[in-house]
């Protein structure tokens, strides 16, 4: 069957990937990507859209009118619009609320009148921070782990899953993003839109303009690769706290079956990231960085913990599994292999916005 999609955010790292990799494994779809280009380095893949032939339309979530249903005459939505960083939400919250949650809104009244399906990108951080706070751990010589019987639902040695409870704060971004998922099932249910929510852990891989509050792996190959400071910012100093990491290609692969099966998984809420076989703390993530770059750079250890940064989350992607058969194929280790070769080949394009 023949598609025609639009890629909100299309112009950043995940967007664009998802619009390249669509279009590569579907040359006949039509791919139409809009963004607002606020993200510094997005406007570095408007030649790699175009050269897929890949319509990119400059425009914003925020306004309604941007998002003119005679223009954008779309069977299937994918929203990676968002404003992904946590920390925004504690120094502009405007533009989060704004963009996260008016956005949301303005996308579901496109999807009501053109009768577009829905795949909506949201996040791990609607899990709430005393929760995962909360968890049992046990620390190990170069990471933090999460052991057998905790007594929490939704808590296991695997991760967290689908069952964690959802009451309490989880900062602006992560309540933004929840909020965006109950107006989702209303809308489902009052104009029977079908939809699909992916609560997205840490993605990365080559194209991500990796910052200290988001893009973390990415960041830190690129420190290595061009000689610059790095911190471990909290719980001693020590670089312990861990994340599973999902390379975009596995996002990929999972977003296609999600596509062609959409009918099945509709309304399905699904945690998805690289899982327990995926995790590295950030003293891990640096030794690996040492024996790809064959450079050692300063860490300096930084004691008191940002607001809402969490000592753990590893993604439990069981339910998503069982429903589609999909699993990441790609490890930690080739995920941040790849990742210096893409800043190797495109060195001096990169350094201003990576060093």
């Known amino acids: ?3 025609q999609i639009l890629i909100l955010g299309g112009a950043g790292f995940i967007g664009s990937s998802l619009s390249i990799g669509l279009k590569k494994n579907y040359p006949s779809w039509k791919v ?3 963004d607002n280009l606020r993200r510094r380095g997005s406007e570095l893949n408007l030649p790699r859209l175009r050269s897929m032939d890949i319509q990119f339309i400059h425009g914003d979530i925020r306004s309604e ?11 299937t939505i994918i929203d990676c619009s968002a404003e992904p960083s946590v920390l925004a939400g504690f120094s502009s919250p405007q533009y989060v609320l704004q963009t996260n949650l008016v956005g949301t809104i303005n996308i579901l009244e496109l999807a009501r009148k053109t009768d577009s399906r829905l795949l909506f990108l949201s996040t791990s ?7 995962l706070k909360s968890i049992k751990l046990q620390e190990l010589p170069t990471r933090f782990s999460i052991p057998p019987n905790q007594n929490i639902p939704g808590i296991s040695p695997k991760g967290i899953s689908e069952e964690c409870s959802l009451v309490g704060y989880r900062s602006l971004y992560g309540s933004t993003k929840l ?50 400071t790095l911190n471990y910012i909290g719980y001693g100093g020590t670089g312990k706290q861990v994340r599973d990491l999902l390379h975009i290609d596995d996002l990929l692969r999972l977003i296609d079956i999600q596509l062609q099966q959409f009918g099945e998984l509709d309304g399905g809420v699904f945690n998805v990231g690289g899982g327990m076989r995926n995790t590295l703390s950030l003293v891990e993530t640096t030794r690996i960085c040492e024996m790809i770059t064959g450079k050692s750079i300063p860490i300096n250890p930084v004691m008191q913990e940002r607001q809402g940064d969490i000592p753990a989350f590893i993604t439990n992607c069981t339910k ?10 790609i490890s930690s280790e080739e995920a941040l292999q790849d990742i210096y070769q893409w800043i190797s080949q495109h060195n001096v394009m990169l350094e201003p916005f990576l060093s």
Request: proline fraction near 6%; glycine fraction near 8%; aromatic fraction near 12%.
């Open 125 to 131: 951080r609607v899990y709430p921070i005393p929760t």
């Open 179 to 228: 909020s965006s998922e109950l107006l989702i099932e209303e809308y489902r249910q009052a104009y029977g839109i079908q939809a699909i929510i992916n609560r997205c852990g840490v993605i990365t891989g080559p194209w991500q303009m990796g910052k200290v509050d988001q893009g973390v792996f990415v960041l830190w190959v690129a420190a290595h690769y061009f000689g610059k």
């Open 320 to 329: 998503v599994t069982q429903r589609t058969l999909w699993e990441p194929k």
């Open 65 to 75: 009118s941007d998002l003119d249903p005679k223009v954008l005459k779309v069977d």
């Open 32 to 34: 139409i990507c809009l």
């Open 1 to 3: 069957m023949t598609y």
